[in-house]
């Protein structure tokens, strides 16, 4: 059985290096093949907004996307993303609606957390 190791990521995309350090660690995770979770909080929720172009950044949105397709567990917080805009509906089967996310990353309940860090190997906050 894989260990599981849980990112919370609560910094903004752009503010600072924590955001691609964490998707860094994540990457390297998934390869050596650990169960990768990342809980995005905070302000972290505008990292898997949909369009971004950063000139002289990673995209992380497009990380979070790849780390998506290749087996992270992504989650945004729903309490973080509605009080943001993010959240364009109402709960269904535990996933808020919302087409300005990236494919892979679902606005989820912050219960949803409290699951990941029982069942985890290894959890990190950035």
């Not at 995209?59 to 943001?84: D, H, P, T, V, Y």
């Not at 808020?96 to 957390?113: C, E, F, K, M, W």
Request: net charge positive; proline share 3%.
């Amino acid at each position: 059985m894989s260990k599981t190791l849980t990112l919370i990521i609560y910094h903004g995309p752009y503010a600072s290096q924590r955001v691609d350090i964490g998707l860094s660690i994540a990457e390297k995770a998934l390869k050596k093949g650990y169960n990768v979770n990342i809980f995005l909080y905070m302000e972290a929720v505008h990292s898997a907004k949909k369009g971004q172009s950063p000139k002289y950044f990673p995209n992380i949105g497009e990380k979070l996307g790849e780390l998506a397709q290749n087996g992270a567990k992504i989650k945004s917080c729903s309490r973080c993303a509605g009080a943001r805009g993010y959240v364009e509906g109402e709960e269904e089967n535990g996933v808020y609606p919302t087409s300005q996310h990236v494919d892979g990353v679902h606005i989820a309940n912050l219960r949803d957390l409290g699951y990941w860090l029982k069942n985890s190997y290894k959890v990190l906050a950035l």
